[in-house]
């Protein structure tokens, strides 16, 4: 009986070293996996490899050869809102060639007398042209934060993928600019 318990026992020990010894891996592994990161970068740095570089603001952008000059689309601008700020589109349309960039400007404003957290949703007439309308970049990408009675100017910045069926002559852009709920801040 003596050997069984001593052998339990014993057991046990060479149980809580290999869950020791488990540990210490898992902790190396997951330092290893952190650790990459770091490297894979330095790596590409020396070799000049997959290397990013700050944007040189000397070289002009690109011109988009994808242009189609052949036609027109008339893009016209709504703004709805559920919350207690004013929206709307700065100018009601433009008439753009698809493939060609365009930035337009929305303005809401804060009439409360606190922080309020906004967000823009889109919608498209017709439906079609929702994956057709490419946005670069958009107020409607994150949540807004409008201090009390604060106005902001809000670029949309898009074009028209030329693929866009030639029957479409005009797109309806809207946004429903929103409040988050419990976001609400008193002005200090």
Not at 3 to 31: C, D, P, T, W
Not at 91 to 108: A, F, K, L, N, W
Not at 164 to 183: C, H, M, N, Q
Request: with cysteine; hydrophobic share 35%.
């Amino acid at each position: 009986m003596d050997e069984q318990g001593r052998g339990g026992s014993g057991g046990k020990h060479l149980n809580a070293q290999m869950l020791g010894k488990l540990l210490v891996i898992a902790v190396l592994m997951f330092g290893f996996g952190y650790a990459l990161v770091p490297i894979y970068q330095k790596i590409c740095e020396i070799t000049g490899i997959n290397f990013l570089t700050p944007k040189d603001v000397t070289v002009e952008a690109p011109t988009n050869t994808q242009v189609d000059k052949s036609r027109t689309v008339t893009v016209e601008f709504d703004a709805n809102s559920q919350g207690p700020w004013r929206f709307r589109p700065t100018v009601s349309s433009v008439t753009v060639h698809p493939g060609e960039m365009t930035q337009v400007v929305y303005e809401v404003v804060n009439t409360q007398p606190r922080s309020i957290d906004g967000q823009a949703i889109p919608s498209y007439a017709p439906q079609q042209a929702g994956e057709h309308l490419k946005k670069v970049e958009c107020f409607c990408f994150r949540q807004q934060t409008l201090k009390a009675n604060e106005a902001k100017q809000m670029p949309v910045v898009f074009y028209i993928d030329p693929a866009l069926p030639r029957d479409v002559k005009t797109i309806t852009l809207s946004y429903t600019f929103f409040e988050v709920a419990g976001t609400g801040k008193k002005a200090s």
